[in-house]
């Protein structure tokens, strides 16, 4: 089904758009690797963003990792509940036949977007002690000594195509203001998780890591 979209952009329309890019999203959480296609417009944009190499809606390169006892180092798929299901919204639809005109596609549409803002969190997560990696959306201005991004799992998240899930978004906050660092750059985040959710301009976030410490990720990306 959605190979058959895939095949034919010209004629997709504006809500069936929306609709696969949120369903692919969802196919690549569901399968632990974040990789879909993005538009024409999109990659263009993507190819003068930092750091180079990454496509949009590709997961970071393994990397090697300091060892330290205090922290538990974790992936992405660690803050998804076990049993909860992303793709629920779109159990029965066939995309490639729904139009902008057709209500089936902007109920599934507003439904998609409620199901993944209100999606469930990991409580197990509260109060641990972790380290992950990720991709930073800045909350504040482009270029300045930031305090405060959003960490996301894959490239592009935010900015070039929709938000992740929430509980696949973590609200960072720093206690010393972060020089240099811009969206898209590739972090360590480390500290105590928090349940917690947050609403902000970029995007819902169902953790928070306050007072983290934020490092280099430093593996080399795909080219």
């Known amino acids: 089904m959605m190979m058959k979209m895939m095949k034919k952009p010209g004629v997709t329309s504006r809500v069936r758009r929306a609709l696969f890019v949120l369903a692919s999203i969802g196919v690549a959480i569901a399968g632990a690797a974040y990789f879909f296609r993005p538009s024409p417009q999109a990659q263009a944009d993507a190819a003068t963003a930092k750091p180079p190499g990454y496509a949009i809606g590709e997961a970071l390169q393994p990397a090697p990792a300091a060892p330290d006892p205090a922290l538990r180092e974790i992936g992405w798929q660690a803050l998804l509940p076990k049993g909860w299901d992303p793709l629920a919204?779109?159990?029965?639809?066939?995309?490639?036949e729904l139009e902008d005109a057709d209500p089936r596609a902007q109920i599934a549409?507003?439904?998609?977007?409620?199901?993944?803002?209100?999606?469930?969190?990991?409580?197990?997560?509260?109060?641990?002690a972790v380290r992950i990696a990720g991709f930073v959306v800045s909350l504040d201005g482009e270029g300045e000594a930031i305090r405060e991004f959003l960490l996301v799992p894959y490239f592009g998240a935010c900015i070039h195509v929709p938000p992740?899930?929430?509980n696949q978004v973590i609200h960072v906050r720093t206690d010393k203001p972060l020089a240099g660092l811009r969206s898209m750059d590739t972090v360590w985040i480390s500290g105590a998780m928090r349940v917690e959710r947050a609403d902000t301009m970029m995007g819902y976030a169902g953790y928070?890591?306050?007072?983290?410490?934020?490092?280099?990720?430093?593996?080399?990306?795909r080219r």
């Open 164 to 166: 992740p899930l929430a």
């Open 109 to 128: 549409l507003y439904k998609a977007r409620q199901y993944w803002k209100n999606a469930p969190v990991e409580p197990s997560l509260d109060g641990a």
């Open 208 to 221: 928070a890591m306050p007072a983290a410490s934020v490092q280099p990720y430093l593996a080399s990306p």
């Open 89 to 96: 919204p779109f159990k029965g639809l066939r995309l490639d």
